[in-house]
């Protein structure tokens, strides 16, 4: 795992991740430019739930298992965004969507490991459930085992893009670095 205090990266198995303090800017156009074809799926849309409206569904947006899923990610699709939204891509529609619930409520959720997260607190902070944070953790990755996420992109208190395709981390620590 590395860390510049700004952002954490790390892998897990086929995926690379990024958790930062800043806001991904861009992260719609982003996400269609390394995961074109992909299918979106909105499990939170400002803390709540989405579902297609009437000119959603006549671009091609679907309601599968109370989740709002896009049409393949082409460069003119417009994805509907917020401030706390999360979204998994999967390559093809499994059988059953049946996601776990939105981490980003979890405002203590994220990938850096509890024995960091303990590292790097401020001891004026309240504390961290890292038994609890440990759990979500594997709960976490069992879904995108599961369900075979190609990606993960959360907007939250930290942004987090967990990814097959390592070089869209690649370009999200550098913009960071350069503070773009």
């Not at 909105?42 to 109370?66: C, M, N, Q, Y």
Request: overall charge negative; some cysteine; glycine content about 6%.
């Amino acid at each position: 795992m590395a860390s510049n205090g700004d952002y954490s990266t790390g892998t897990h198995k086929k995926w690379s991740w990024i958790v930062r303090e800043q806001h991904v800017y861009g992260i719609s156009r982003l996400l269609i430019q390394f995961h074109p074809g992909s299918r979106l799926c909105i499990t939170a849309f400002d803390f709540g739930h989405i579902l297609p409206k009437r000119e959603d569904s006549a671009l091609g947006w679907v309601e599968h298992d109370g989740v709002m899923v896009s049409p393949p990610l082409s460069p003119n699709l417009k994805i509907p965004t917020s401030q706390f939204d999360e979204w998994y891509l999967v390559g093809h529609l499994p059988s059953s969507l049946d996601f776990s619930e939105p981490f980003l409520s979890n405002g203590e959720f994220t990938l850096v490991s509890p024995d960091e997260v303990i590292a790097k607190r401020d001891n004026t902070w309240e504390s961290v459930d890292l038994d609890t944070l440990g759990q979500m953790q594997a709960i976490f990755w069992r879904d995108m085992e599961r369900l075979d996420v190609v990606c993960y992109a959360a907007s939250g208190d930290v942004d987090i893009v967990v990814t097959t395709k390592p070089d869209l981390i690649d370009y999200l620590r550098q913009s960071e670095d350069r503070n773009i």
